[in-house]
Protein backbone atom coordinates (compact mmCIF):
# COMPACT_ATOMS: atom_id res chain seq x y z
CA UNK A 1 0.00 0.00 0.00
CA UNK A 2 0.73 3.67 -0.46
CA UNK A 3 2.02 5.75 2.60
CA UNK A 4 3.85 9.05 3.48
CA UNK A 5 6.62 8.17 5.13
CA UNK A 6 8.34 10.63 7.57
CA UNK A 7 11.86 9.76 7.12
CA UNK A 8 13.48 12.81 8.71
CA UNK A 9 12.93 16.39 9.65
CA UNK A 10 10.82 18.37 7.24
CA UNK A 11 11.57 14.47 4.94
CA UNK A 12 8.50 13.03 3.75
CA UNK A 13 7.87 10.58 1.06
CA UNK A 14 5.35 8.24 -0.60
CA UNK A 15 6.79 5.19 -0.31
CA UNK A 16 5.25 1.41 -0.79
CA UNK A 17 4.89 -0.72 2.26
CA UNK A 18 3.70 -3.81 2.96
CA UNK A 19 -0.48 -3.85 4.38
CA UNK A 20 -0.77 -4.40 7.58
CA UNK A 21 -2.44 -7.70 8.69
CA UNK A 22 -5.43 -7.83 11.42
CA UNK A 23 -5.42 -9.10 14.74
CA UNK A 24 -8.39 -11.23 15.79
CA UNK A 25 -9.63 -8.13 18.11
CA UNK A 26 -9.02 -5.74 15.58
CA UNK A 27 -10.47 -4.27 11.79
CA UNK A 28 -8.69 -3.43 9.13
CA UNK A 29 -10.04 0.56 7.63
CA UNK A 30 -9.68 1.24 4.14
CA UNK A 31 -8.53 5.29 5.11
CA UNK A 32 -10.34 7.73 3.23
CA UNK A 33 -9.76 11.28 5.31
CA UNK A 34 -6.56 12.13 7.20
CA UNK A 35 -7.06 15.63 8.93
CA UNK A 36 -3.60 17.58 9.62
CA UNK A 37 -3.52 18.19 12.58
CA UNK A 38 -0.69 20.21 14.71
CA UNK A 39 0.94 17.94 16.48
CA UNK A 40 1.86 16.35 12.93
CA UNK A 41 3.22 19.68 12.31
CA UNK A 42 5.64 19.31 15.20
CA UNK A 43 7.03 16.29 14.47
CA UNK A 44 7.36 16.64 10.80
CA UNK A 45 9.55 20.44 11.76
CA UNK A 46 11.32 19.07 15.45
CA UNK A 47 11.27 15.43 15.33
CA UNK A 48 9.49 15.56 18.39
CA UNK A 49 6.81 16.46 20.88
CA UNK A 50 8.48 16.69 24.59
CA UNK A 51 10.03 13.28 24.98
CA UNK A 52 8.22 11.71 22.49
CA UNK A 53 11.06 11.32 19.53
CA UNK A 54 10.30 10.02 16.15
CA UNK A 55 13.12 7.29 15.72
CA UNK A 56 13.42 6.12 12.20
CA UNK A 57 10.80 6.15 9.11
CA UNK A 58 7.15 7.04 10.72
CA UNK A 59 3.91 7.50 9.65
CA UNK A 60 2.08 10.52 11.03
CA UNK A 61 -1.36 11.11 10.97
CA UNK A 62 -4.14 10.57 13.57
CA UNK A 63 -7.39 12.39 13.01
CA UNK A 64 -8.62 9.74 10.44
CA UNK A 65 -12.10 7.88 8.78
CA UNK A 66 -12.63 5.61 6.55
CA UNK A 67 -14.46 2.45 5.83
CA UNK A 68 -14.31 -0.77 7.32
CA UNK A 69 -13.22 -3.63 5.13
CA UNK A 70 -12.31 -6.30 7.20
CA UNK A 71 -12.77 -7.98 10.67
CA UNK A 72 -10.94 -10.09 13.02
CA UNK A 73 -12.35 -13.46 14.58
CA UNK A 74 -13.73 -11.63 17.74
CA UNK A 75 -15.19 -8.62 16.28
CA UNK A 76 -18.92 -8.10 16.30
CA UNK A 77 -21.15 -5.46 16.14
CA UNK A 78 -18.70 -4.47 13.37
CA UNK A 79 -19.64 -5.00 9.68
CA UNK A 80 -17.90 -4.72 6.71
CA UNK A 81 -19.18 -1.46 4.32
CA UNK A 82 -19.37 0.39 8.16
CA UNK A 83 -18.03 4.11 7.51
CA UNK A 84 -16.34 4.81 10.75
CA UNK A 85 -14.52 7.60 12.72
CA UNK A 86 -11.47 6.34 14.36
CA UNK A 87 -10.40 7.26 18.36
CA UNK A 88 -6.68 7.16 18.04
CA UNK A 89 -5.76 6.03 21.81
CA UNK A 90 -6.00 2.55 22.68
CA UNK A 91 -5.42 2.76 26.83
CA UNK A 92 -4.25 -0.09 28.50
CA UNK A 93 -6.86 -0.99 30.87
CA UNK A 94 -5.04 -2.14 33.52
CA UNK A 95 -3.14 1.15 34.92
CA UNK A 96 -4.79 3.01 38.05
CA UNK A 97 -5.76 5.62 35.63
CA UNK A 98 -7.27 3.80 33.52
CA UNK A 99 -9.24 1.52 36.01
CA UNK A 100 -10.24 5.59 37.90
CA UNK A 101 -11.90 6.43 34.06
CA UNK A 102 -9.19 8.86 33.24
CA UNK A 103 -7.35 6.45 30.06
CA UNK A 104 -6.62 9.42 28.97
CA UNK A 105 -3.52 10.06 30.52
CA UNK A 106 -2.80 6.51 30.79
CA UNK A 107 1.29 6.41 30.62
CA UNK A 108 1.20 3.06 28.40
CA UNK A 109 -1.37 4.41 25.65
CA UNK A 110 -0.88 3.45 22.16
CA UNK A 111 -1.41 6.29 20.07
CA UNK A 112 -2.05 6.61 16.13
CA UNK A 113 0.95 8.52 14.71
CA UNK A 114 2.99 8.59 18.41
CA UNK A 115 6.32 6.85 18.21
CA UNK A 116 6.35 3.80 18.39
CA UNK A 117 3.24 3.76 16.71
CA UNK A 118 2.48 4.31 13.48
CA UNK A 119 -0.37 6.34 11.78
CA UNK A 120 -2.87 6.96 9.52
CA UNK A 121 -1.23 8.60 6.14
CA UNK A 122 -1.66 5.22 4.58
CA UNK A 123 -4.27 3.52 2.09
CA UNK A 124 -4.86 0.78 5.10
CA UNK A 125 -4.87 0.59 8.88
CA UNK A 126 -5.44 -1.80 11.25
CA UNK A 127 -7.04 -0.76 14.99
CA UNK A 128 -8.91 -2.35 18.11
CA UNK A 129 -12.45 -2.81 17.77
CA UNK A 130 -13.11 -1.09 20.69
CA UNK A 131 -12.03 2.03 19.56
CA UNK A 132 -13.68 2.66 15.97
CA UNK A 133 -16.84 4.45 15.85
CA UNK A 134 -19.82 4.44 13.50
CA UNK A 135 -20.82 7.53 11.47
CA UNK A 136 -24.00 8.46 9.74
CA UNK A 137 -24.28 8.58 5.90
CA UNK A 138 -25.11 11.81 6.50
CA UNK A 139 -21.41 12.81 7.94
CA UNK A 140 -18.95 13.38 5.01
CA UNK A 141 -15.69 11.32 5.87
CA UNK A 142 -13.82 14.99 6.05
CA UNK A 143 -15.95 15.87 9.11
CA UNK A 144 -15.53 12.11 10.34
CA UNK A 145 -12.04 12.80 10.66
CA UNK A 146 -12.90 16.30 12.27
CA UNK A 147 -14.56 14.40 15.64
CA UNK A 148 -11.14 13.59 16.90
CA UNK A 149 -10.79 17.88 16.50
CA UNK A 150 -13.63 18.58 17.98
CA UNK A 151 -13.88 16.56 20.97
CA UNK A 152 -10.25 18.46 21.93
CA UNK A 153 -12.56 21.45 22.47
CA UNK A 154 -15.51 19.72 23.95
CA UNK A 155 -13.67 17.90 26.39
CA UNK A 156 -11.80 21.63 27.36
CA UNK A 157 -15.11 23.10 27.96
CA UNK A 158 -16.21 20.42 29.98
CA UNK A 159 -12.91 20.17 31.86
CA UNK A 160 -13.55 24.32 32.40
CA UNK A 161 -16.95 23.57 34.12
CA UNK A 162 -18.08 26.50 31.88
CA UNK A 163 -21.59 27.89 33.15
CA UNK A 164 -24.33 29.34 30.80
CA UNK A 165 -23.24 33.36 30.76
CA UNK A 166 -19.56 33.31 31.22
CA UNK A 167 -17.42 35.51 30.02
CA UNK A 168 -14.76 33.83 28.36
CA UNK A 169 -11.34 34.63 26.34
CA UNK A 170 -9.91 32.11 23.85
CA UNK A 171 -6.02 32.81 23.01
CA UNK A 172 -5.24 31.50 19.46
CA UNK A 173 -7.51 30.23 16.45
CA UNK A 174 -6.13 27.38 14.77
CA UNK A 175 -8.48 24.26 14.51
CA UNK A 176 -8.29 24.34 18.17
CA UNK A 177 -9.19 27.25 19.29
CA UNK A 178 -12.16 27.06 17.29
CA UNK A 179 -13.49 23.86 18.20
CA UNK A 180 -13.32 25.37 21.54
CA UNK A 181 -15.10 28.46 20.27
CA UNK A 182 -18.18 26.00 19.33
CA UNK A 183 -17.95 23.91 22.17
CA UNK A 184 -18.12 26.95 24.49
CA UNK A 185 -21.12 28.77 22.19
CA UNK A 186 -22.87 25.39 22.58
CA UNK A 187 -22.44 24.98 26.08
CA UNK A 188 -23.76 28.53 26.79
CA UNK A 189 -20.57 30.73 27.01
CA UNK A 190 -21.98 34.60 26.49
CA UNK A 191 -19.05 37.41 25.67
CA UNK A 192 -16.18 35.74 24.20
CA UNK A 193 -12.90 37.80 23.30
CA UNK A 194 -10.69 35.78 20.92
CA UNK A 195 -7.25 36.33 19.92
CA UNK A 196 -4.73 35.67 17.14
CA UNK A 197 -2.03 37.11 14.78
CA UNK A 198 -3.89 36.15 11.41
CA UNK A 199 -6.53 38.54 9.93
CA UNK A 200 -8.07 35.35 8.29
CA UNK A 201 -8.48 33.61 11.29
CA UNK A 202 -10.19 36.04 12.98
CA UNK A 203 -12.37 36.82 9.98
CA UNK A 204 -13.36 33.15 9.84
CA UNK A 205 -14.80 33.40 13.47
CA UNK A 206 -16.39 36.70 13.31
CA UNK A 207 -19.46 35.21 12.20
CA UNK A 208 -20.19 33.78 15.61
CA UNK A 209 -22.93 35.61 17.77
CA UNK A 210 -21.15 37.68 20.85
CA UNK A 211 -17.34 37.26 19.36
CA UNK A 212 -15.16 40.22 19.87
CA UNK A 213 -11.87 39.63 18.12
CA UNK A 214 -8.18 40.63 18.53
CA UNK A 215 -5.18 40.84 16.49
CA UNK A 216 -2.44 40.23 18.96
CA UNK A 217 -0.21 41.66 16.30
CA UNK A 218 -1.33 44.85 16.37
CA UNK A 219 -3.08 45.70 19.99
CA UNK A 220 -2.37 44.36 23.77
CA UNK A 221 -4.82 41.98 24.26
CA UNK A 222 -4.38 42.21 27.87
CA UNK A 223 -5.20 46.03 27.66
CA UNK A 224 -8.53 45.49 25.69
CA UNK A 225 -10.19 42.67 27.74
CA UNK A 226 -9.84 44.15 30.70
CA UNK A 227 -10.65 47.36 29.57
CA UNK A 228 -13.81 45.68 27.99
CA UNK A 229 -14.95 43.65 31.07
CA UNK A 230 -14.47 47.24 33.15
CA UNK A 231 -11.11 45.46 35.05
CA UNK A 232 -12.62 42.50 35.59
CA UNK A 233 -11.11 39.76 33.61
CA UNK A 234 -13.01 37.04 31.84
CA UNK A 235 -14.47 33.90 33.85
CA UNK A 236 -12.41 30.90 31.77
CA UNK A 237 -9.26 31.67 29.50
CA UNK A 238 -8.82 28.79 27.27
CA UNK A 239 -5.06 29.02 26.38
CA UNK A 240 -5.01 27.22 22.04
CA UNK A 241 -2.15 29.19 20.79
CA UNK A 242 1.01 27.25 22.55
CA UNK A 243 3.24 30.39 22.82
CA UNK A 244 5.41 31.90 25.81
CA UNK A 245 2.88 35.20 25.14
CA UNK A 246 -0.45 33.50 25.14
CA UNK A 247 0.59 31.73 28.35
CA UNK A 248 1.46 35.08 30.18
CA UNK A 249 -1.59 36.58 29.07
CA UNK A 250 -4.06 33.94 30.29
CA UNK A 251 -2.91 34.42 33.84
CA UNK A 252 -3.66 38.57 33.05
CA UNK A 253 -6.95 38.39 31.52
CA UNK A 254 -8.66 35.85 33.86
CA UNK A 255 -10.60 37.13 36.41
CA UNK A 256 -9.83 36.49 40.27
CA UNK A 257 -10.51 33.09 41.10
CA UNK A 258 -11.37 32.69 37.36
CA UNK A 259 -9.77 29.71 35.59
CA UNK A 260 -7.01 28.91 32.77
CA UNK A 261 -7.18 26.00 30.14
CA UNK A 262 -3.90 25.14 29.09
CA UNK A 263 -4.47 23.22 25.40
CA UNK A 264 -1.61 24.21 23.04
CA UNK A 265 1.07 22.32 22.95
CA UNK A 266 4.24 24.64 23.18
CA UNK A 267 7.50 24.35 21.38
CA UNK A 268 9.20 24.91 24.59
CA UNK A 269 10.20 22.56 27.13
CA UNK A 270 9.97 25.27 29.82
CA UNK A 271 8.06 28.10 30.41
CA UNK A 272 7.27 31.22 32.41
CA UNK A 273 4.43 32.37 34.28
CA UNK A 274 4.07 35.56 36.81
CA UNK A 275 3.46 33.52 39.90
CA UNK A 276 2.11 36.03 41.95
CA UNK A 277 -0.52 37.05 39.56
CA UNK A 278 -1.30 33.70 39.91
CA UNK A 279 -1.25 32.90 43.60
CA UNK A 280 -2.78 36.43 44.72
CA UNK A 281 -5.94 35.59 42.16
CA UNK A 282 -6.12 32.20 43.58
CA UNK A 283 -6.52 30.70 39.72
CA UNK A 284 -7.75 27.23 38.74
CA UNK A 285 -5.12 26.38 35.94
CA UNK A 286 -5.81 22.69 34.01
CA UNK A 287 -4.09 21.12 31.10
CA UNK A 288 -5.98 19.32 28.72
CA UNK A 289 -4.25 16.27 27.93
CA UNK A 290 -6.32 14.95 24.50
CA UNK A 291 -10.04 13.68 25.48
CA UNK A 292 -11.84 11.29 26.88
CA UNK A 293 -15.42 9.49 27.22
CA UNK A 294 -16.68 11.92 24.12
CA UNK A 295 -16.66 10.29 21.11
CA UNK A 296 -19.91 9.66 20.82
CA UNK A 297 -21.38 12.62 21.71
CA UNK A 298 -19.28 14.20 19.28
CA UNK A 299 -20.61 12.36 16.61
CA UNK A 300 -24.18 12.68 17.93
CA UNK A 301 -23.49 16.69 18.06
CA UNK A 302 -22.64 17.12 14.71
CA UNK A 303 -25.23 14.77 13.50
CA UNK A 304 -27.98 16.66 14.92
CA UNK A 305 -26.56 20.04 13.60
CA UNK A 306 -25.88 20.98 17.51
CA UNK A 307 -22.32 21.52 16.12
CA UNK A 308 -21.43 21.79 12.66
CA UNK A 309 -17.65 20.87 11.46
CA UNK A 310 -18.17 21.65 7.54
CA UNK A 311 -17.15 25.60 7.84
CA UNK A 312 -13.53 24.50 8.80
CA UNK A 313 -12.61 22.48 5.76
CA UNK A 314 -10.80 24.78 4.10
CA UNK A 315 -8.07 22.63 2.15
CA UNK A 316 -8.27 19.19 0.55
CA UNK A 317 -4.77 17.13 -0.75
CA UNK A 318 -4.31 14.27 -2.27
CA UNK A 319 -1.55 11.65 -0.43
CA UNK A 320 0.56 12.90 -2.88
CA UNK A 321 0.60 16.04 -1.97
CA UNK A 322 0.89 15.80 2.12
CA UNK A 323 4.15 18.30 1.71
CA UNK A 324 2.29 21.15 0.02
CA UNK A 325 -0.35 20.51 2.85
CA UNK A 326 2.31 20.54 5.50
CA UNK A 327 3.73 23.60 4.06
CA UNK A 328 0.37 25.14 4.11
CA UNK A 329 -0.58 24.44 7.33
CA UNK A 330 3.00 25.21 8.69
CA UNK A 331 3.20 29.15 7.49
CA UNK A 332 -0.86 29.65 8.05
CA UNK A 333 -1.09 30.91 4.47
CA UNK A 334 -4.09 30.82 2.28
CA UNK A 335 -6.77 31.32 4.77
CA UNK A 336 -6.32 27.88 6.09
CA UNK A 337 -8.19 26.12 8.79
CA UNK A 338 -8.18 22.64 8.19
CA UNK A 339 -6.28 20.71 5.76
CA UNK A 340 -7.92 17.20 5.04
CA UNK A 341 -5.86 14.39 3.15
CA UNK A 342 -8.25 12.58 1.00
CA UNK A 343 -6.80 9.18 0.26
Known amino acids: MKAAVLHGIKNIRIDEIKKPVIGPDEVLIKVKCVGVCGSDLHYYLNG ?36 VAVEPGIPCGECEYCKTGRYNICPYIKFLATPPTNGGYCEYLTWHKDFIHSIPDSMSYAEGALVETMVVGLYAVELSELKLGDNIAILGCGPIGVVTLKSAIASGANRIFVTDLID ?74 NAHIV ?65
Open 48 to 83: RIGNQVVKGPHILGHEVSGEIVEVGSNVTNINIGMR
Open 200 to 273: DRLKFVRKYSNVVTINASRENPVDIINRLTDGRGVDIVFEAASSIDTLRQATEIVRIGGKVIWIGIPPEDYVSI
Open 279 to 343: RRKELVIKCVRRFKHNYRKCISLIESGIISVKDMVTHEFKLEDIVKAFSIVETRSDGVIKAIINI
